[in-house]
């Protein structure tokens, strides 16, 4: 009975955790968002606090500062690349003749309006080829530049506010690494401090490996993506590769979104310019050029990021995407592998006991310094 009262509180304290998650939730995702962004620039600060003239090492709020800085500077460069090249290919859809193609279909249209009109699956009075070319009108009309243009800059604002809010944490968060920790650990009961901190400790080591794991793969797909395009010649090679490394970071569904974007940006492309007879060709290229580096991925690549820097078997790593897909779609997919990596160091440190958990836990290498 005399533990009945901590447990209480326990709970308590759980309830009230979980609360102010859910009531600060955009704050909760910053500071989580501003830990990623630490766990990708803190290996730069370490290397940076080693170097040294004579008797002069760089401050930790210097390294730190000029990690944070590096981040940024290669987000505006990467940004300043890719919005010119997404504003531009808003202009090419736009100057797809809808008329044209709409001719051009009208034969097949009509003869699949017919067999529908026989089944009663569209009314008599109803017209499909209209409505494509309505639809397909409607969506040209929205990605026109002056559109393209007002939509980024409503979204600019909105932006500002939580980009400035997600660097000043993680410079925090990289200038003074126990930070976080500290804060956690106010929460934590005496006897738990150890195991607790070994748990942040070895989350920290095996997330930043992951990250920055991650990082490379996703940079590394999109210069694969946009090479394979440019040697046979697709026109916005650059703007697919970059979506299709971008998306990369979905395990298995992204790479089938990529290719599926990519294609309808080649296709839309080629139509702009009349080239009618180079649509198959356009869409074979495309997705091959994905297949062929999704390979290289999923051989190469994947298991060095997902099983080596999380520890995990890669057959390990296939169950848990999908249990977490089905539980959280695409969003329970991206997190996966990170929360998988803490359920598993967090049953290591306080289940250990368990012959399931070893069997689970046993490549997980765990760092136990203090």
């Known amino acids: 009975m005399k533990s009945l009262p901590r447990y209480i509180v326990g709970t308590l304290t759980l ?12 704050i909760f995702w910053y500071l989580v968002i501003g830990a990623v962004v630490s766990f990708i620039g803190a290996p730069l600060a370490n290397i940076l606090d080693k170097i040294h003239l ?3 090492y760089f401050p930790r709020w210097l390294s730190s500062l000029f990690s944070l800085l590096c981040i940024i500077f290669a987000v505006v460069m990467f940004f300043r690349l890719i919005i010119p090249l997404v504003v531009n290919q808003a202009e090419v859809v736009a100057q797809i003749d809808t008329a044209e193609i709409s001719v051009m279909i009208e034969t097949p249209v009509e003869e ?32 026109t530049f002056s559109n393209v243009l007002s939509n980024v800059v409503n979204i600019a604002g909105s932006l500002f ?27 934590v009961p005496e006897r738990f401090t150890e195991k607790v901190g070994n748990v942040l400790r070895n989350t920290k080591r095996l997330l930043s490996r992951y990250f920055l794991g991650l990082l490379g793969e996703m940079l590394t797909m999109m210069t694969l993506e946009s090479i394979g395009l440019t040697i046979f010649g697709i026109r916005g090679a650059l703007l697919i ?12 569904l992204g790479p089938v979104l990529g290719g599926a974007i990519g294609t309808l940006i080649g296709v839309a492309t080629v139509l702009s310019m009349g080239l009618y007879d180079q649509v198959l060709i356009t869409a074979i290229v495309i997705i091959s ?11 190469i690549l994947q ?9 995990a078997h890669p057959l390990e790593i296939f169950l848990v995407i999908f249990v977490f897909g089905d539980l959280g779609g695409i969003v329970g997919m991206i997190l996966a592998i990170p929360g998988y990596t803490v359920i598993r160091i967090i049953a290591r440190e306080f289940l250990g006991q368990f012959r399931a958990v070893q069997t689970i836990t046993g490549r997980l290498k765990m760092d136990e310094k203090d």
């Open 15 to 26: 309830l009230l955790v979980a609360f102010l998650i859910w009531r600060f939730t955009g």
């Open 303 to 311: 298991p060095l990021i997902y099983s080596n820097s999380v520890d």
């Open 289 to 299: 050029t994905f297949v062929i580096c999704n390979l290289i991925d999923n051989i």
């Open 241 to 252: 590769g970059f979506l299709g490394g971008l998306l990369n970071v979905i395990p298995y």
């Open 54 to 56: 004579g008797k002069w």
């Open 112 to 143: 699949l309006t017919v067999m529908l009109h026989k089944y009663g699956i569209v009314a008599e009075d109803e017209s499909i080829i209209s409505t494509i070319e309505s639809k397909l009108t409607e969506f040209l009309d929205m990605a």
């Open 161 to 187: 506010i939580g980009v400035f809010a997600v660097f000043f944490i993680s410079f925090f968060f990289i200038k003074d690494e126990n930070l976080f920790q500290s804060g956690i650990m106010i929460f």
